[in-house]
């Protein structure tokens, strides 16, 4: 192999840095978990066994096992398994644990004992950016998306799923029967192989019929009306093309430097009721007074807006089309102008819409306007096909136009909110695969979640600062 660059032979004697410390550089992240986390008080986080035990076998300091993980996460090494297997080869996990070597289940129920002290400390790490001065635009994206849960799509259950299962195995049966019957017509030798060959079939069938009883029973007692058997808590949602079971994580991203300042993992398959909760939950995180919001019209709620409203946080988000008017090529209410001094509408044809009724409708308290003038207009065909065109107004209607207002205004804010919330959940999805959360229940997955996001913002703050500078920043 001449004239290639050569390797040494593999049985000359080497020398050996004497310290391991030699191996991992300055700038190594690995330097940055450490600090980070022997700077915590994990007893105030509410770490279990931050106290020895005086009798019994000792135990791994809850700092070891959160360092692991820390490090795992930052590595896309989510497994408990793997991760024993990286402190035995890792240098750099070495490094930062001092050789030891925990076995998985160690690992795995330091993750399901201590969820919300991890939890916790994703939460320390926006306090220590809020610190840093890493938020000094009061802007945040909320949007949510779909994670797979490790519940397969055939061990979840609708009502309308199981009735279609139980009717896919009810024609198969008959289907095998009226088989059944044509074999005993057949001579004996190949009857009898084809017989009890159909037989084991619609054995098997019923088994699974009676199984599926039993989740129907199972099935009435939920609230939901839905049940998954691999994972309790996960919920089958919609998303673009097909659906998926799994759940729906809501995260708030600050448009500056695009970390995730809050986050909270639902099994709710809609944003609708999301809104001022993420907000509040942003606002606290980033220790601010006035917050604006901008998401998409997948949170558009006039209780949501109304309460973000009266909390003082600024939203953006876009009304739903919920109307056909426009799309039918008839007058849109947009069309129609609110005077507040009169307490009337003017509608495009000149008339006035005078208030008439008030009605309660789903919650909300609704005034009725219409004109007396709509037989005679000549524009009724391009306005209504009813006997006259009605139009509500919420009593807090002013609060959505102020929004739509400020909208106008700043026609830029969903380009942000797309640049800003979209990038975090192409990310991590790309760190867990295909298959996203390993741990099952609400609980657990939020502590998976949790330590994604916290690895997330580490990676992004190192990009922003620099190791040597975040290290000083962890220490001051």
């Not at 290639?4 to 080497?14: A, N, S």
Request: glycine share 4%; with cysteine.
């Amino acid at each position: 192999m001449k004239r290639f660059i050569e390797g040494e032979c593999r049985t000359q004697t080497t020398l050996l840095p004497e310290s391991i410390d030699d191996y991992i550089t300055d700038t190594n992240p690995v330097r940055i978990v450490d600090v980070f986390v022997d700077e915590l008080d994990l007893c105030k986080l509410g770490f279990d066994g931050v106290e020895p035990a005086i009798t019994g076998r000792p135990s791994y300091h809850p700092a070891i096992l959160l360092k692991i993980y820390i490090y795992g996460y930052l590595n896309r090494i989510q497994s408990s398994r793997r991760l024993e297997k990286e402190t035995q080869r890792n240098v750099e996990l070495m490094w930062l644990v001092g050789r030891l070597t925990p076995d998985f289940k160690t690992i795995a129920n330091f993750r399901k004992d201590n969820g919300k002290a991890i939890r916790s400390v994703c939460r320390q790490f926006i306090v220590l950016c809020q610190r840093l001065g890493l938020f000094s635009d009061a802007l945040v994206a909320i949007d949510g998306s779909k994670f797979k849960a490790v519940n397969n799509r055939d061990r979840n259950f609708t009502s309308a799923k199981l009735q279609r299962r139980m009717e896919e195995i009810e024609s198969s049966i008959n289907r095998y029967l009226t088989a059944l019957d044509t074999a005993d017509r057949q001579e004996p030798s190949v009857a009898k192989a084809k017989t009890e060959r159909l037989q084991d079939k619609i054995t098997a069938l019923k088994e699974q019929m009676k199984a599926l009883k039993d989740i129907e029973v199972q099935l009435n007692q939920t609230a939901d009306k839905q049940i998954s058997l691999t994972d309790p808590d996960a919920r089958s949602m919609k998303t673009r093309g097909t659906g998926i079971v799994g759940y729906n994580v809501q995260t708030a991203v600050d448009t500056q430097h695009h970390l995730i300042v809050a986050h909270e993992v639902t099994n709710v398959g809609i944003d609708r009721d999301q809104l001022t909760s993420m907000a509040k939950q942003a606002r606290t995180a980033m220790n601010v007074q006035n917050l604006t919001v901008i998401a998409d019209r997948g949170y558009f709620k006039s209780e949501e807006i109304l309460a973000c409203h009266e909390t003082g946080i600024t939203a953006l988000v876009p009304k739903c089309k919920t109307s056909g008017a426009k799309a039918a090529g008839r007058f849109d209410k947009a069309d129609f102008i609110y005077d507040a001094e009169n307490n009337e509408y003017r509608c495009p044809a000149g008339q006035t819409l005078i208030w008439r009724s008030s009605r309660i409708e789903n919650g909300l308290n609704l005034h009725r306007y219409w004109s007396s003038c709509c037989q005679q207009c000549d524009i009724k065909a391009q306005c209504t096909p009813g006997t006259e065109r009605r139009v509500a107004r919420w009593e807090h209607e002013d609060v959505l136009e102020t929004m739509q207002t400020r909208l106008d205004q700043a026609p830029e804010s969903m380009r942000i909110r797309r640049q800003t919330v979209e990038h975090p959940f192409g990310t991590l999805k790309a760190w867990m695969g295909t298959t996203h959360f390993l741990t099952k229940e609400l609980k657990n997955v939020s502590t998976e979640m949790s330590l994604h996001v916290l690895a997330y913002n580490m990676k992004r703050v190192m990009n922003i600062l620099g190791a040597p500078a975040m290290i000083e920043a962890i220490r001051a």
